[in-house]
C-alpha cells in the first residue's frame, strides 16, 4: 500500500521556475546597445554581478552581435533582443566561468514590520527592479513572521508557509527601530538552511543570489546526468514530500522521481547538472540530509533523512 501511495500521491508544486535569461530589453540594434544588453544576460546566466565587466567574458561581450539569435516585442512594447543560450553557455563555460540553472527558486520576499502603503510600493519597485537584473524569480508579498504571541517563527513553520503560497525559498527582511533607516536584517530561509546578513534593500537580493548561485570558476561539469540517491528514515509520506521537495529543490536538479522503496528506504532517480559529484556537492549544505557510509562504485548515494 505505501508504494501504490508513493506512486499516486498528489504533492504541492515544487518545482524551479526558468528565468528568461537571454531575453534583454535594447533601444536598438547597434553595436553598443547589444554589447550592454549581453553584459546584462551574462550577470543572469551566471547570477554574479562582476561578469559584466569579467575580463574573462570580454570577447563574448565584444562579438554580441555574433550571438543574437532573434528579436521580439516585449510585454511593454518594448524591444527585445534574444541571444542564444546554447551559443552564449558554451562560450562562458569555455572562459572557465560557470552557468546558473535558468531554472531557479521562486523567492518570496517579507518585509517585517510591514512598511506603510507608500513605503510598501517603492520598496517593491527596488526589490523586483534589482531582482530582475540578477536573474531571481521573487515574489513581495505580506506573510506573518511571528505568532499571535508576537513570537519569531522557526524556519520550518516559515517555509512551510512560504510553501502554501507558492514559493520554494523565503527572504525576511527586518527592521530594527534602533537601525539606521533603509538597513535591515536579511535571512534566507531554505529547505538546507538559514542564512543571514544586513544591508538595504537590494542587499537583500544580492545576498540571496549570493547563496543560491554557483560560484564561479567551479570545476563540477555543466552537464546534465541521471543519479541515484537512496534516502534512509522515510517512515511516512509527510517524510516522502519533505525529502522530494528538498531533492528538487537542490541547485542544478531538474526532476526527482522515486524507483523504489522499501522499509524507510526511499531511491530517487535524479536529473543532476554535474552528476553525483555536483549533487552530493549541494547537498552537503543540508542539516537534514545527512551523508551515510560510502558505496560501491554505481551504487546510489546514500543518505539519512533527519526531519
Known amino acids: 500500500m505505501a508504494l501504490i501511495a508513493f506512486g499516486v500521491l498528489p504533492l504541492t508544486a515544487w518545482s524551479a521556475r526558468a ?18 544588453a549581453m553584459r546584462q544576460a551574462l550577470v543572469r546566466a551566471t547570477g554574479r554581478r562582476e561578469s559584466a565587466n569579467d575580463p574573462a567574458l570580454a570577447s563574448l561581450i565584444e562579438d554580441a552581435p555574433k550571438y543574437v539569435k532573434s528579436y521580439s516585442p516585449g510585454a511593454r512594447g518594448q524591444t527585445q533582443v534574444i541571444f542564444d543560450r546554447e551559443a552564449v553557455e558554451r562560450a562562458i563555460a569555455a572562459a572557465g566561468r560557470s552557468v546558473w540553472d535558468p531554472a531557479r527558486p521562486f523567492t518570496l520576499v517579507v518585509l517585517y514590520p510591514p512598511p506603510s ?18 536573474g531571481l524569480l521573487i515574489s513581495v508579498i505580506p ?8 513570537t519569531e517563527l522557526g524556519r520550518d513553520a516559515l517555509l512551510n508557509t512560504a510553501q502554501r503560497y507558492g514559493g520554494d525559498d523565503l527572504l525576511v527582511g527586518r527592521s530594527d527601530a534602533g537601525a539606521p533607516a533603509g538597513q535591515y536584517q536579511w535571512t534566507l530561509y531554505t529547505n538546507f538552511s538559514s542564512q543571514s546578513w544586513s544591508g538595504p534593500l537590494t542587499a537583500g537580493i544580492d545576498g540571496t543570489v549570493d547563496q543560491l548561485a554557483p560560484a564561479q570558476g567551479a570545476s563540477l561539469a555543466q552537464t546534465e546526468a541521471k543519479v541515484l540517491v537512496e534516502v534512509d528514515g522515510v517512515s511516512s509520506l509527510t517524510d516522502y514530500a519533505n525529502v522530494q521537495r528538498m531533492l528538487e529543490s537542490a541547485p542544478g536538479v531538474r526532476g526527482a522521481n522515486i524507483v523504489r522503496a522499501a522499509g524507510n528506504a ?20 543540508s542539516s537534514r540530509l545527512v551523508k551515510g557510509a560510502g558505496s560501491a562504485s554505481g551504487a546510489p548515494l546514500v543518505y539519512q533523512y533527519h526531519p
Open 19 to 36: 528565468v528568461r535569461v537571454y531575453e534583454v530589453d535594447v533601444s536598438g540594434q547597434s553595436t553598443t546597445a547589444l554589447q550592454e
Open 117 to 134: 502603503r507608500a513605503d510598501s510600493d517603492t520598496a517593491r519597485a527596488a526589490l523586483e527592479q534589482e531582482a530582475a537584473a540578477r
Open 143 to 150: 506573510l506573518a513572521v511571528v505568532d499571535a504571541n508576537g
Open 266 to 285: 526511499v531511491t530517487f532517480d535524479i536529473t543532476a547538472r554535474g552528476g553525483s559529484d555536483a549533487l552530493d556537492h549541494a547537498l552537503s549544505a
